[in-house]
């Protein structure tokens, strides 16, 4: 009769224990991923969300965390009050915001500051080369009286060539 109260005993404290422990997957959950992704891992290893899967999903820190946050949510706290409670307890530090929305637009911007900038660039190096153009041959007059004497050496040469 005792081994029968015993096996009886253990099925019930076993059968209790399968129904209070979380499973795997319910810390792994999408509603404890969501609120996961607003916590910091403070493991030290990482610079990931208490989603961190470091050393197989056994981070010292996110898997209690995970299992804190399905309780909570078993309780019926919200996600506001969920992360509340962290940063009480660890400090803003462990608070993670969503990204910002508008980050979509820095490749775009980025590209459109590019352009822009190469098309000031050309319109520099257009400008520049229309102050440097070579006017046609014979329409150049140089009106510098250190340079006549130049131009009267070259005249008398060009007339020995004919």
């Known amino acids: 009769m005792t081994k029968r109260r015993f096996q009886l005993a253990a099925l019930l404290i076993?059968?209790?224990?399968?129904a209070f422990a979380q499973s795997e997957?319910?810390?792994?959950?999408?509603?404890?991923?969501?609120?996961?992704?607003h916590i910091n891992c403070q493991c030290g290893g990482?610079?990931?969300?208490?989603?961190?899967?470091?050393?197989?999903?056994?981070?010292?820190?996110?898997?209690?965390?995970?299992?804190?946050?399905f309780t909570m949510q078993?309780?019926?706290s919200?996600?506001?009050?969920?992360?509340?409670?962290?940063?009480?307890?660890y400090g803003d530090k462990i608070f993670r915001p969503d990204p910002s929305s508008s980050f979509w637009l820095v490749p775009y911007l980025s590209?459109?500051?590019?352009?822009?900038?190469?098309?000031?660039?050309l319109m520099k190096?257009?400008?520049?080369?229309?102050?440097?153009?070579l006017s046609p041959a014979g329409a150049a007059t140089i009106d510098d009286p250190s340079l006549a004497r130049y131009?009267?050496?070259?005249?008398?040469?060009?007339?020995?060539?004919?």
């Open 111 to 121: 590209f459109a500051a590019g352009g822009l900038l190469l098309v000031l660039i």
């Open 46 to 69: 990482c610079k990931d969300d208490a989603n961190c899967m470091m050393s197989g999903g056994q981070c010292h820190f996110c898997k209690p965390a995970r299992t804190k946050i």
């Open 74 to 76: 078993q309780s019926g």
């Open 151 to 162: 131009r009267d050496a070259i005249e008398k040469d060009l007339a020995k060539l004919d």
């Open 25 to 37: 997957a319910q810390i792994e959950s999408d509603e404890v991923k969501r609120v996961g992704s």
């Open 78 to 89: 919200d996600d506001a009050a969920i992360i509340a409670t962290f940063v009480k307890e």
């Open 14 to 18: 076993l059968t209790a224990g399968m």
């Open 125 to 133: 190096m257009r400008s520049g080369a229309r102050k440097h153009a």
